[in-house]
């Protein structure tokens, strides 16, 4: 069983964890990778703080989420080169 290790506020926000993570690991890794690696690091977290802080990396351009599987995604980091491009542009 995970406990928290911070059982009232994280010293530091969730999406600062997980860029050190992703960055540790050179930029790819498996959302079942970040989860485990997460709970080692601040504690247990649900899944709707991370799919929050997953999507606050995205909207900010920082990372890349992409589903692998029905169940599996793979969390990429986007280099400042690396540009996607929105919808209806083309």
Same mark, same amino acid.
């Given at each position: 069983?995970?406990?928290?290790?911070?059982?009232?506020?994280?010293?530091?926000?969730?999406?600062?964890?997980?860029?050190?993570?992703? @960055?540790?690991?050179? !930029?790819?890794?498996? /959302?079942?990778? *970040?989860? =485990?690696? +997460? @709970?080692?690091?601040? !504690?247990?977290?649900? /899944?709707?703080? *991370?799919? =929050?802080? +997953?999507?606050?990396?995205?909207?900010?351009?920082?990372?890349?989420?992409?589903?692998?599987?029905?169940?599996?995604?793979?969390?990429?980091?986007?280099?400042?080169?690396?540009?996607?491009?929105?919808?209806?542009?083309?």
């Amino acid at each position: 069983m995970v406990t928290n290790k911070y059982p009232y506020w994280r010293p530091f926000p969730l999406i600062f964890s997980i860029m050190n993570i992703v @960055e540790r690991r050179e !930029g790819v890794l498996l /959302e079942d990778d *970040l989860i =485990r690696l +997460l @709970e080692n690091d601040v !504690g247990e977290i649900s /899944e709707r703080e *991370l799919n =929050r802080a +997953l999507m606050k990396l995205e909207v900010k351009g920082l990372i890349h989420v992409q589903s692998i599987k029905k169940n599996q995604r793979v969390i990429k980091r986007i280099d400042r080169k690396q540009k996607y491009l929105q919808i209806g542009e083309d």
